[in-house]
């Protein structure tokens, strides 16, 4: 009797029980995240099929993302083992950028010069920048000393033409002296004294 009870047992329908039931069925859903790396091979696996689809509409692929798309993105970009790609900043064309058109027009100024003048300015924008000066070139020790010691040997051939031509330009001074004063006692040879006055004797007187 009690088994035949449970058998026969039907639970009554009510508005409640199902609305409740539709409710369930409607909002449950189950969600597969799948690897990045797992996706991309699935793409290209079905890349390498022949296409028996025809091509969609450029329409269709011209339609932007929705946000259940983007969603699934980020997730695989959470769950990948790929690096994340950052999100692209969104530029306001009315905002006048100051350092882009510095730049756009410093790259529009090395247009006019040679590859070797370009790659200068490059080198000392990317100084005044911050980066670090490039390093001198290698050069031989011998070389530098033979350079150094030819230098020094310059300069004290010119320190020596230097004090020669002091020492002419004194004896050249001192003879156009010495000519002016024979010159001077040539014309009058008393002149020697003027200096003295005229002397004045006081013999016999007392």
Do not use: C, W
């Not at 797992?38 to 390498?48: D, E, M, N, P, Y």
């Not at 011209?62 to 083992?81: A, H, R, V, W």
């Not at 790259?107 to 005044?128: C, M, P, Q, W, Y």
């Amino acid at each position: 009797m009690a088994n035949a009870n449970k058998a026969g047992f039907v639970p009554i329908k009510t508005k409640a029980s199902i609305a409740l039931k539709e409710k369930a069925e409607d909002t449950f859903k189950v969600t597969v995240f799948e690897p990045k790396k797992a996706a991309l091979q699935k793409k290209r696996t079905a890349q390498s099929r022949p296409k028996l689809a025809a091509a969609p509409k450029k329409e269709d692929s011209e339609k932007p993302k929705s946000d259940e798309e983007d969603d699934e993105d980020d997730l695989d970009d959470i769950f990948s083992d790929l690096p994340r790609k950052k999100p692209k900043r969104k530029e306001d064309p009315t905002v006048f950028d100051m350092s882009k058109a510095r730049r756009e027009i410093m790259n529009f100024g090395f247009t006019g010069f040679d590859k070797e003048s370009k790659h200068e300015a490059s080198v000392r924008l990317a100084i005044k920048l911050g980066a670090k000066p490039p390093k001198n070139q290698y050069r031989n020790y011998r070389e530098l000393l033979e350079e150094k010691k030819a230098a020094k040997e310059q300069d004290g051939d010119t320190a020596a033409k230097r004090r020669h031509g002091q020492m002419a330009y004194g004896a050249i001074q001192s003879y156009n002296k010495y000519q002016q004063r024979q010159r001077e006692k040539q014309r009058n040879p008393t002149s020697i004294m003027k200096h003295y006055g005229i002397a004045k004797p006081r013999i016999g007187k007392k």
